[in-house]
């Protein structure tokens, strides 16, 4: 009876030992997914929104030049 017993308790230990890194490896999975998702939107934002920005960042740049060479912007040091 005590092997028997014995031999239900490590056949347990070994499947909640099994069912734990069966667990963390399906996280990573999600994670690497998550992070593959979210690779995936910002290449396509900066792709859609990239002539966009590229125009408002001349605007200011040429509006910050101009006002600087005016004498409204703050001395080099």
């Known amino acids: ?3 028997t017993y014995a ?3 490590s056949l347990i230990a070994v499947a909640q030992n099994r069912l734990e890194r069966e667990e963390k490896g399906a996280t990573a999975v999600e994670y690497g997914l998550m992070v593959g998702l979210i ?8 792709t859609l ?6 125009t408002l960042f001349t605007t200011i740049q ?5 006002a600087n060479a005016a004498g409204g912007g703050a001395a080099a040091g």
């Not at 040429?62 to 101009?66: A, E, P, R, S, Y």
């Open 1 to 3: 009876m005590l092997k």
């Open 62 to 66: 040429t509006k910050l030049g101009v």
């Open 39 to 46: 690779a995936v939107v910002i290449i396509g934002a900066v």
């Open 49 to 54: 929104l990239g002539g966009e920005l590229k």
């Open 7 to 9: 031999t239900i308790v």
